[in-house]
């Protein structure tokens, strides 16, 4: 069964430092998303994207955040300067299409900020 | 605010037990409508989409009330490897999916 795959599975960086979550999502989907889950707290939504561009951000999507797709297969969330609060499990997830299609979620990429 | 709420638990039931999870939503225009599970510190999985008129996957039976702005989970017959957090999801805009902080259940010999 195709799965979204996401890289590393854990991050740990100090304070103020770039980091960059990769994420493989499903090969035939069009529509990409990056969700984060801090401990003991709700799936939080950040971000969607389709056709190279956001289709959708929340509150928490600052500039601070960006996403790119920079090939055929790799969607990626950078995170320019990173505080103490931005630890948390980060999940890519990916759709065929928008509406009532289901999002299929990676296996998160824990991040931690020292 | 778009909130999703749902009873945090823990539900402890013994196996073979039938358990019941509400959820409420506070958006009226929210489009669609599932239940995810998710296992300690993995991802969230999808269990079920909700139709009003009401769906059942096996031991599993959803139900949806627009007017009310309620969504619930049956569970019959809990198995052990049921243990886990419900989450109750609502797709309120184009595609952002609003979550409940989920409800713990956890199935015992």
């Known amino acids: 069964e195709p799965e979204v795959t996401q890289t590393p599975s854990h991050q740990v960086t100090q304070m103020g430092q770039e980091v960059i979550l990769r994420c493989v999502p499903i090969s035939n989907h069009l529509y990409f998303y990056w969700y984060r889950q801090i401990l003991g707290q709700k799936v939080e939504f950040l971000v969607s994207?389709?056709?190279?561009?956001?289709?959708?951000k929340s509150e928490i999507f600052d500039d601070q955040f960006s996403v790119e797709r920079p090939d055929g297969s790799n969607f990626t969330l950078k995170i320019r300067s990173t505080k103490l609060e931005d630890s948390a499990m980060y999940f890519c997830a990916s759709s065929e299409a928008v509406g009532k299609e289901t999002q299929y979620f990676g296996p998160g990429t824990r991040l931690l900020v020292l | 605010r778009k909130e999703v709420e749902q009873d945090p638990g823990p539900f402890n039931v013994p196996e073979g037990a039938t358990v019941a999870f509400n959820c409420t939503y506070s958006?009226?225009?929210?489009?669609?409508f599932f239940w995810y599970r998710q296992d300690c510190r993995k991802e969230p999985k999808l269990l079920m989409s909700?139709?009003?008129s009401g769906n059942e996957d096996g031991r599993f039976t959803a139900q949806l009330n627009r007017a009310s702005q309620y969504i619930s989970l049956l569970i019959r017959d809990s198995k052990l490897s049921d243990s886990a957090t419900y989450l109750c999801?609502?797709?309120?805009?184009?595609?952002?999916?609003?979550f409940g902080k989920g409800t713990m259940l956890l199935v015992s010999p």
């Open positions: 958006n009226s225009a929210s489009q669609s």
């Open positions: 909700v139709y009003s």
């Open positions: 999801v609502v797709r309120d805009g184009y595609s952002t999916l609003t």
């Open positions: 994207f389709y056709n190279n561009e956001i289709s959708e």
